[in-house]
Nanobody, 126 residues
């Protein structure tokens, strides 16, 4: 059984930074990502990373491109989300996910979440 455990959420002022971590157990997934859900809104993709045989492909939502970086740790099955220049609209519950992905020409063209963590709250104040 796949288990995903997030950590690193918290409160920060606009312009600040946070790093989220996700520890995965049960199965090694080649495709993992971060999603978020703001109050009253649907869950949305934030960033996805696909790693296989030394090839790494990433996807970022337009709203976080250039500010957030997704990466995998040296420890197996550890996922990070480095968030810089945070804005109040980044506020929400952030979820780690293991996905089924399709990659073509280095681009992650299909991203289907299969497993979810419990989420960690990120609050950005203005």
């Amino acid at each position: 059984q796949v288990q995903l455990l997030e950590s690193g959420g918290g409160s920060v002022q606009a312009g600040g930074s946070l790093r989220l971590s996700c520890a995965a157990s049960g199965y090694t997934h080649t495709c993992m990502g971060w999603f978020r859900q703001a109050p009253g809104k649907e869950r949305e993709e934030v960033a996805v990373i696909y790693t296989r045989t030394g090839t790494i492909s990433t996807y970022y939502a337009d709203s976080v491109q250039g500010r957030f970086t997704i990466s995998q740790g040296d420890v197996k099955n550890t996922l990070y989300l480095h968030m810089n220049s945070l804005k109040p609209e980044d506020t929400g519950v952030y979820y780690c996910a293991a996905l089924g992905c399709t990659v073509a020409n280095g681009e992650i063209i299909k991203r289907n979440p299969a497993y979810w963590g419990q989420g960690t709250q990120v609050t950005v104040s203005s």
